[in-house]
């Protein structure tokens, strides 16, 4: 269960690091955190993967 406690903040840290550094535009909203906290570090791939293709976010 920590496990899934620390990968939940790691996604959603790794969220607002990439805001900060990487892409400026990624929105953050209920849904990217929402992704990111169920996800983790996959769902905050995926989100970064769908932004830099210009498929969603």
Sequence with gaps: ???FLIN????VVLLFLTNLVL???IPINIITIL???IGGVIGWVVIL???LLGVAF
């Design 1 to 3: 269960m920590i496990v």
């Design 49 to 51: 993967i769908l932004h």
């Design 23 to 25: 892409a400026d535009d």
């Design 35 to 37: 992704i990111c906290a």
């Design 8 to 11: 939940a903040i790691l996604g």
